[in-house]
């Protein structure tokens, strides 16, 4: 079992950016993949991006490629999503995953990007 908090979400014009992140618990977390979806109104929870335990490799659902820069430092068990360029239609609840036996979820963190 994990334990995760996500932060950073917030509202922000179209063309600005923000920073999410996520904290996780446990000793183990250089050893497990983690990532972001998200969940627009309406709309199913969708990939966004992953990246590997040792954070060399990562993952990006095409809406985010060359927007979105997913990364992570095991030295304070929390990985970073970086997302620029922001777009309305990035608009949505942001949830921070770790596969740990099972996907544990974060609470989700809300991100409104106005035009």
């Known amino acids: 079992q994990v334990h995760l908090v996500e932060s950073g979400g917030g509202l922000v014009q179209a063309g600005g950016s923000l920073r999410l992140s996520c904290a996780a618990s446990?000793?183990?977390?250089?050893?497990?993949?983690m990532g972001w979806f998200r969940q627009a109104p309406g709309k199913e929870r969708e990939f966004v991006a992953a990246i590997s335990g040792s954070g060399r490799n990562t993952d990006y659902a095409d809406s985010g490629k060359g927007r979105f820069t997913l990364s992570r430092d095991n030295a304070k068990n929390a990985v970073y999503l970086q997302m620029n360029s922001l777009k309305p239609e990035d608009t949505a609840v942001y949830y921070c995953?770790?596969?740990?036996?099972?996907?544990?979820w974060g609470q989700g963190t809300q991100v409104t990007v106005s035009s």
């Open positions: 446990g000793r183990t977390f250089s050893t497990y993949a």
């Open positions: 995953y770790a596969d740990v036996a099972r996907r544990n």
